[in-house]
């Protein structure tokens, strides 16, 4: 009766603060939908793509208006997260719109560095490198040290770029596998800076998922398939973008480019891919409720995993169990975690097993947990109870914990309160016992931080260095090849300035003479139709003049005209193939064309011809027949009309 009392008493104590406690969180943890937005701190812009989650809860990304929607409580805490600017963390107190202004990150840009000599290698760098590899999953502190080590500089050595980028991707491996991706993150782009690698952009768009960057991690891997790439880095590439789309609950999306790197596994024979992908996708439909098709592919990858070793098919079969264990399909749950079981149990000792799950004391409680959910108790003991000893063998107090409480509660369903009583004075003893190991975790897990912190900052300054150096010798090279550039440059421009002076002296010169050709070619067709013009019309009137000679009957005197009219034509006709003739000859045409005139009109004027003997006549050329209308003017309309005899007076 006492022990009865005594354990009411306990369930007293603990129910009215646990009652109170579910009162109060009942009133703060209704859900509600918080809209807010994202926008620069700067210039006001609102910035899209943005990962926006609760953590621990909802997913989501701002759209291209920068605003955003997501169901939310009271205290839950709201993470900004993007490469491009600082992460916010916000506490939701009440539901109202939610502004949240960041700050862009500031990029560092790493310099180019200019083709050299890098055939000297560092000494020990390879042996360094491996070691780092060699203690990736062992040692943290020990991989990164030898990092470290690769990358100091020696005398007269110098690091290659493709060396700095292998070391910053081991770099960023380590940080990876011991869960710090926002460091991988840092490690790869340095990486990527200095050596372009499609390996290592496969594992950055990795740790940006990992890291809950998971735009960015899209963007990475859809940018990557437009790179060529192998078989085996399509299928990594189409399983990464399937693994952050389920990340953030698109599960369409998620199966489909699941499905791509499964076709593409299968068309290559990439055996280990096509057991995990058959996996994925039945965890991606699981995830979206379609509960059929998931199991039609564990099923696959049950049958598949068994192909390969123990390990394998005993993980994939924890996985599976976890799927039939959500959908409350519990025998078949307990089958597959008693198989498990038998082939931990029937592994080497020496065979390691990376999974946490996939120890006997968790695979002991867990098929506990499926009786107790079909209200076995009574076969849920003998499994907990192995789960305990296990655990306390192997040092698991988070299981034996687990374990401990569990058992309790069903003595205590059972009525056994002894029992009870007991599990639960030993489940305190547990907790206990935790509350130091955890204590004394947390406190290497900070000492560990800060010596990994050192460690960072360490290689930091190395790769400052290294930058510094390499800046100077870039600033010297290129002050160099600056000297020499100007000196090219100035060559360059004063020979392209002669020749811009050459061709403007040729085209003057050509222009001038263009014009000069055509300004003489308007005078020779202005002379020509001028001769044209002329020449008939001077025969016409010697014509009418033998016409007038004839009409009075002075025969001797038309004879003699026609004579000299006949000489004149002839040199007319001689003439008239020809630009230009002497000026010697011209004064004769003329001379004798004043005599046909003075012929005719003999009563009404006399002419007198003068040549300066200072004249060369033999030197000046003149079109033919060019003064003759001139005279033929002075004579026709100006002495034939005159009542005085006059004078015509021609002077050269």
Known sequence: MKKLVFLLLIVALFSPAESFSQVKRSSENKSFMLKGEVIDGETNMPIPKVNVEILGGQYTTTNLSGRFAISAKIGDELVI?????????????ENDFVTVRVEKAKNETVPVVSKTSQNIRQAGFNIYLDSAKFFLKKDAQKSIEYVTKALEPKRGQTISKKDNS?????????????????????????????????????????????N????????????????????????EVYEGLGDTYKAIGDGVKSVFNYQKALDTAKENRITPKITNLNSKIGEAYAQSGALSEAEE???????????????????????????????????????????????????????????????????????????????????????LEKSIAEADKKEDLIVQKDAVRKLSEIYRDIGEFDKATESYQRYVEVVDELYIKKEQEISQAARFSKEITQKQNRIASLENDRKLNESRYKLAFENQELIQKNDRIQKWIIGSLVLIVLLLVFAAYTQFKNVKQQKFANNILALKSLRSQMNPHFIFNALNSVNSFIAVNDERTAN????????LMRSVLENSEEDFIPLEKEIELLELYVKLEHFRFKDKFDYKITVDNNIQLNEFVIPPMLLQPYVENAVWHGLRYKEEKGLLEINF
């Open 166 to 210: 292998m070391a910053f991707e081991t770099l960023g491996d380590i940080n990876l596998f011991w869960s710090q991706p926002d460091l991988a993150v840092d490690n790869f782009k340095q990486s990527l800076q200095n050596f372009s690698n499609t390996g290592v952009a496969i594992k950055l768009a990795k740790a940006f998922a990992q």
């Open 560 to 567: 003699k005209y026609l004579t000299d009219f006949s000489l």
């Open 212 to 235: 809950k960057n998971y735009q960015e991690s899209i963007s990475a891997f859809q940018k990557l398939l437009k790179d060529n790439l192998s078989a085996y880095q399509k299928v």
């Open 297 to 383: 592919y564990f099923d696959n990858s049950l049958k598949l995993a068994k192909k390969e070793n123990k390990q394998r098919a005993v993980s994939e079969k924890n996985k599976v169990a976890d799927f039939y264990n959500q959908n409350r399909d519990y025998e078949k749950e307990i089958e597959l975690r008693e198989e498990t079981l038998e082939e931990l149990n029937s592994m080497d000792k020496g065979a390691t097993v990376e999974d946490e799950a996939l120890t006997p004391q968790r695979q002991n409680y867990k098929i506990a947990n499926a009786f107790v959910a079909q209200e076995k108790y009574k076969q849920a003991i003998p499994y």
């Open 81 to 93: 997260k993007s490469d491009d600017f600082v992460t916010v963390y916000y506490t939701i107190k």
